[in-house]
T-cell receptor, first 114, second 113 residues
Framework: DAKTTQPPSMDCAEGRAANLPCNHSTISGNEYVYWYRQIHSQGPQYIIHGLKNNETNEMASLIITEDRKSSTLILPHATLRDTAVYYCIVRVGNSGGGADGLTFGKGTHLIIQP | DGGITQSPKYLFRKEGQNVTLSCEQNLNHDAMYWYRQDPGQGLRLIYYSQIVNDFQKGDIAEGYSVSREKKESFPLTVTSAQKNPTAFYLC????????????FGSGTQLSVL
């Protein structure tokens, strides 16, 4: 699986857009980018995933560069409840296995400031 | 409500003692996983199971054991051979092959007395 690099921490003002970067320069053609987040003392929660195209759901948007070597998770209007550790994970998708789960690195600790 | 339940929330282990962490899901998921998380660190995979009566070692299986006798249940035993068991333990489940739908329990904090 491709390795990912994320900043260890970031701050964002409440109500502003939070943009969380992730580098995955060794990503393969069949690997997806997944984002999860973990609020303190809870289990991680799925946010969004994508392969090539940009994706949007009710929680966030995922922007993947054309060369797929990096991506950005966007929380459009951050609230205090968005304070959490955000994990960027690269993994072969559904048809490629995945039976052994996902590998979670240290992620980015996003702190939303009031 | 469908979900994944871990118990207890907090657990204390004495030296030389085995303890078992419970994980139950009613999501009809095939795959189940156990992760360990140390403070300020990511999650490390201990064991996983794709189907009943079958399970595989993850990256840090030494000192742990599991069973998968029922689809709904995947208990983890922390044995006395695990010399540094203090950590936050997370159980997860997913429909086989759908990684985006990995559901986690709320975790068990294990501490050594």
């Amino acid at each position: 699986d491709a390795k990912t690099t994320q900043p260890p921490s970031m701050d964002c003002a409440e109500g502003r857009a939070a943009n969380l970067p992730c580098n995955h320069s060794t990503i393969s053609g069949n690997e997806y980018v997944y984002w999860y987040r973990q609020i303190h003392s809870q289990g991680p929660q799925y946010i969004i995933h994508g392969l090539k195209n940009n994706e949007t759901n009710e929680m966030a948007s995922l922007i993947i560069t054309e060369d797929r070597k990096s991506s950005t998770l966007i929380l459009p209007h951050a609230t205090l409840r968005d304070t959490a550790v955000y994990y960027c994970i690269v993994r072969v998708g559904n048809s490629g296995g995945g039976a052994d789960g996902l590998t979670f690195g240290k992620g980015t600790h996003l702190i939303i400031q009031p | 409500d469908g979900g994944i339940t871990q118990s207890p929330k907090y657990l204390f282990r004495k030296e030389g003692q085995n303890v078992t962490l419970s994980c139950e899901q009613n999501l009809n998921h095939d795959a189940m996983y156990w992760y360990r998380q140390d403070p300020g660190q990511g999650l490390r995979l201990i064991y996983y199971s794709q189907i009943v009566n079958d399970f595989q070692k993850g990256d840090i299986a030494e000192g742990y054991s599991v069973s998968r006798e029922k689809k709904e249940s995947f208990p983890l035993t922390v044995t006395s051979a695990q010399k540094n068991p203090t950590a936050f333990y997370l159980c997860a489940s997913s429909t086989h092959g759908q990684l985006e739908k990995l559901f986690f329990g709320s975790g068990t904090q294990l501490s050594v007395l």
